[in-house]
């Protein structure tokens, strides 16, 4: 976000629109992510190879944590972000 979707944002508020770039590109990257984090999520439950579960658990809980932090970022940045930037890109000139 930093590196390309904050800069991106800028020059729309400028009035120049990127024609190599969207916000719909930033959009369908939140899937992926959360996919990964479910991904991670298997792996540890099945490959695990410590004989007690207190580890596991305490590692478990800080990726659910994560997780519902993460949905929640995306969740504003889904509804309220991306569609402000969608009207932002339609009133901009591109170069």
């Known amino acids: ?14 009035g120049e629109k990127d024609s190599k770039y969207s916000i719909s590109i930033f959009s ?3 899937e992926q992510i959360e996919m ?11 490959y695990y190879p410590g004989p007690g579960s207190h580890l596991l658990n305490n ?6 944590a994560t997780e519902e932090d ?3 970022h995306s969740y504003v940045e889904d509804f309220l972000f991306v ?6 890109e339609k009133s901009c000139i591109k170069k």
Do not use: G
């Open 28 to 30: 369908k990257r939140h």
């Open 70 to 72: 993460l949905a929640s």
């Open 83 to 88: 569609p402000a930037i969608k009207e932002l």
């Open 36 to 46: 990964k984090i479910v991904e991670l999520k298997n792996l540890l439950i099945k």
């Open 1 to 14: 976000e930093e590196a390309t979707v904050f800069p991106y944002v800028r020059e729309l508020l400028k």
């Open 59 to 64: 590692v478990l809980l800080d990726i659910f």
